[in-house]
């Protein structure tokens, strides 16, 4: 697990905290979002996933194993209640993926992937035993990445293939959108739009380091980076609405409030109608 650890902290090499100064808003685009703490522990939570229907966010974090060894561990915290909970049985688990239609939660670790019961609190195994599982994602397949070679994996007739268009490269992060279905990737040489009626891969950006795609509730586009946090504005492509630059990952919750982890805390950023003098946002490093 270690190389994993050293290559998933390599890309979210973190820089500098948070702020925590008298004014502690945040602004994105135009909109002032104050900052709850959610988890404030150790580790470094990352992987952040949010399941609507319960309100919970399921994220990964990281465990000392011995003196110099570290291992994942999966959990997830209620955001109604705050109550967190460890998730028992999933070896090495980092990754999430939901089947918001059929409210399947999958989860992965360091020995394939799992399928977690909300009501009983258990983690079932599915598939691939013996796969170290990378990533996790859902859009009416199942995909996963396998570590250390980071191949991209769907699922079809219930069984798990190399995803062909992608087999000449690693992939990192995949995603792809809930309404027009584009198709997102990234890897460490950079982060791609692939065109699927084209059969071809257009660069978006080839300096920055991808840690996370995600979508809010209402479909806009978010993908956290080492430079901060960029939103797709469609027409006039990826605009940076957030200047920290060490979010190692988001998710939306129910409502729609911006869910982020940084180095060792997960943040709740309440949209609110007051915000600090602009000076503040400029430039926070
Ligand atoms: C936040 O507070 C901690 C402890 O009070 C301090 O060490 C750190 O430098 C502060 N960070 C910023 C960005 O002000
Ligand atoms: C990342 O993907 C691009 C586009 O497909 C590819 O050209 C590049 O070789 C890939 N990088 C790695 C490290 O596989």
């Known amino acids: 697990m270690t ?3 050293y290559i998933m902290l390599n890309a979210l090499a973190c820089i500098q905290g948070l702020p925590n100064k008298t004014c ?11 900052m709850e703490i959610i988890w404030a522990n150790f580790g470094r939570p990352f992987n952040l996933y949010a399941h609507k229907t319960t309100n919970t966010v399921f994220f990964s974090y990281t465990v000392p194993e011995t003196y110099s060894d570290v291992d994942f561990q999966l959990a997830f915290i209620d955001m109604d209640t705050k109550e ?9 688990g980092c990754s999430v993926a939901i089947d918001h239609v059929n409210e399947d939660i999958y989860l992965g670790g360091s020995d394939g992937i799992y399928k977690y019961n909300m009501m009983t609190k258990l983690a079932d195994f599915y598939k691939e035993a013996g796969k170290n599982i990378w990533a996790l994602f859902f859009r009416r397949n199942l995909f996963y990445i396998s570590y250390p070679d980071q191949k991209l994996h769907i699922e079809i007739d219930g069984k798990f293939a190399i995803v062909k268009e992608f087999e000449s490269f690693e992939v990192d992060q995949f995603h792809v959108t809930t309404d027009s279905e584009d198709i997102y990737f990234a890897n460490k040489t950079g982060f791609y739009k692939y065109d699927n009626a084209r059969l ?14 995600a979508e809010d509730n209402d479909g ?8 901060g946090v960029f939103i ?8 940076k609405v957030l200047d920290f630059k060490n979010i190692y990952s988001l998710t939306f919750d129910k409502d729609n409030n911006v869910i982020i982890s940084d180095e060792k805390r997960i943040i709740k950023l309440i949209h609110t109608m007051t915000g600090c003098p602009d000076t503040r946002n400029v430039d926070l490093h």
């Open 3 to 5: 190389l994993k650890l």
């Open 84 to 92: 967190f909970q460890n998730i028992a049985g999933i070896r090495g």
């Open 232 to 239: 797709d504005l469609k027409n006039e492509g990826f605009k």
């Open 220 to 227: 806009d586009l978010y993908v956290c980076t080492n430079l």
């Open 200 to 213: 071809k891969v257009n660069v978006i950006n080839d300096v920055i380091t991808v840690r996370q795609i």
């Open 24 to 34: 502690d808003r945040v602004k994105i685009q135009d909109r002032w979002y104050e």
